[in-house]
């Protein structure tokens, strides 16, 4: 398997876009919207690229707020909400894997090590949204993910990286 990673920029916008609303099945002005406004951190992105040079897989990365995903966990949990936001995290956006690359090759591991060590030193938390209708609430529990909130969309999920971190993810 020859893949090569790289890390995106704002170039990778409009194939960004592409990306999410075929995988999701959003409106492409809607996500459209999400990659201008909702702070994509373009440097800590991977883009996972074939031999051919076709992408085949992409992992956005952004800087927007806990509260920015889920309006209700200021009202329902705005202690905890407070808590999160004293820290320093970054949230997976999106993280898609070409068809014939899920499972069947450590590409989503690969992508996901090319930054693990800028996240472990720089933050003390990976922030996680999920939607309940996916499938890969598994795969980001065996990473170290654990609930902290969910909603009628989505669970909330933290990856700890620092003590801090891992305190307030035993709490809840």
């Known amino acids: 398997m020859s893949i090569r990673l790289r890390r995106m920029t704002t170039a990778d916008s409009e194939e960004t876009i592409a990306w999410i609303t075929r995988q999701y099945g959003f409106d492409g002005a809607e996500v459209r919207w999400w990659v201008e406004h909702l702070h994509f951190n373009w440097a800590m992105s991977v883009k996972a690229i074939d031999g051919d040079g076709g992408t085949v897989g992409l992992l956005n990365m952004s800087d927007y707020r806990i509260e ?3 309006e209700s966990i200021a009202v329902e949990r705005p202690e905890l909400l407070a808590r999160l936001n004293a820290m320093r995290y970054i949230a997976v956006f999106s993280f ?8 069947v090759t450590p590409l989503s591991h690969e992508m996901l090590k ?3 060590g800028e996240l472990e030193e720089g933050y003390d938390f990976v922030f996680v949204p999920v ?3 996916l499938t890969t609430h598994d795969f980001w529990k065996r990473r170290g993910a654990v609930e902290f909130y969910r909603d ?5 999920y933290m990856i700890p990286l620092s003590g801090r971190a891992r305190g307030i993810g035993e709490s809840f």
């Open 131 to 133: 939607m309940h209708r």
């Open 68 to 70: 920015e995903e889920s």
């Open 152 to 156: 009628e969309m989505t669970v909330y």
């Open 96 to 103: 898609i894997v070409a068809e014939g690359y899920r499972h």
């Open 114 to 116: 090319e930054i693990w």
